[in-house]
């Protein structure tokens, strides 16, 4: 009997751990507009996501305008909210054109230390009137100067990739991050790097060692036989797991969540 008690408890308490890590609170997806896919393989790709991921409080579907309430709405309040874009980052979110190199309210989401997923194009090149953005985009965004030219990358899934993404296949990348940028930037480091040649890494997470923010990418190709959405659910699920992070000492708590699950 007091076995059976204690296997209960220690069940119990697995349980509750692996509850309270699933730290996601919301997802919103912009798919209505794209950039290298298309509207119907974004729309795909997002039922895949809605139906895999258990680890955040709710997902939702919004229109650009939405985007910058919830962004609003869900920076600096204590846990961690994921944007997920297709290639084309929302004008509610970061004014066309780069006109708001600093404070923007998508910056300012990610300085919160939320995370914003992106894939197929460029992440944040694509915007109203096209690659208006260009790659100052993602230095404006990140403050520092990474580009993804990277044309022809031949991917290989690393360890992590095959535990965590189990959809991962070999492929091309075209826009992913220069591994010697992000290790020689004292304000970023690689949360996890699923796939790699060596050089540059797609599918991979960045993280700011400040504010705790989080950039993840995924499939930046124009292939829409890549599989972004299970890919993409993937990662989300790997983020619920370690813990993701939170506006206290995020760093830390993701070092210590992701040790415990080693
Ligand atoms: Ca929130
Ligand atoms: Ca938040
Ligand atoms: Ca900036």
């Known amino acids: 009997m007091l076995k059976k008690c204690l296997i209960a408890t220690i069940f119990l308490t697995l349980v509750f751990s692996s509850l309270s890590m699933a730290q996601i609170d919301k997802i919103a997806i912009f798919n209505e507009l794209v950039g290298w896919t298309t509207v119907e393989a974004a729309a795909e790709a997002t039922e895949v996501i809605l139906a895999n991921v258990t680890s955040a409080s709710s997902i939702e579907v919004l229109n650009d305008e939405e985007m910058g309430a919830f962004a609003e709405a869900n920076t600096g ?6 944007i997920v874009t297709f290639g084309y980052w929302p ?3 970061y004014p066309p054109g780069n006109a708001e190199p600093d404070g923007s309210v998508g910056e300012l989401f990610l300085e919160g230390g939320d995370m914003i997923m992106n894939t197929a194009d460029y992440i944040f090149y694509v915007t109203q009137g096209g690659g208006a953005n260009g790659d100052a985009g993602l230095k404006n965004m990140t403050d520092s100067e990474f580009d993804l030219w990277t044309d022809n990358t031949e991917i290989e899934p690393t360890a992590d990739g095959e535990k965590y993404l189990p959809s991962l296949e070999p492929f091309t990348s075209h ?30 997470i960045i993280q700011n060692l ?36 939170t506006a206290v000492e995020p760093a830390a708590k993701l070092a210590t969540s992701w040790g415990a699950i080693k």
């Open 210 to 245: 400040t504010y705790g923010g989080l950039v993840g990418i995924n499939h930046q190709v124009s292939d829409d036989t890549m599989p972004r959405g299970p890919v993409m659910a993937e990662m989300i699920e790997y983020i619920g797991a370690i813990g993701g992070s």
């Open 175 to 204: 826009r992913a991050f220069v591994i010697a940028q992000v290790e020689e930037n004292p304000d970023w480091e690689f949360l996890a790097i699923f796939g790699t040649n060596g050089d540059n890494a797609d599918p991979a």
């Open 91 to 93: 004008v509610s979110l």
């Open 77 to 82: 309040d204590g846990n961690l909210d994921i």
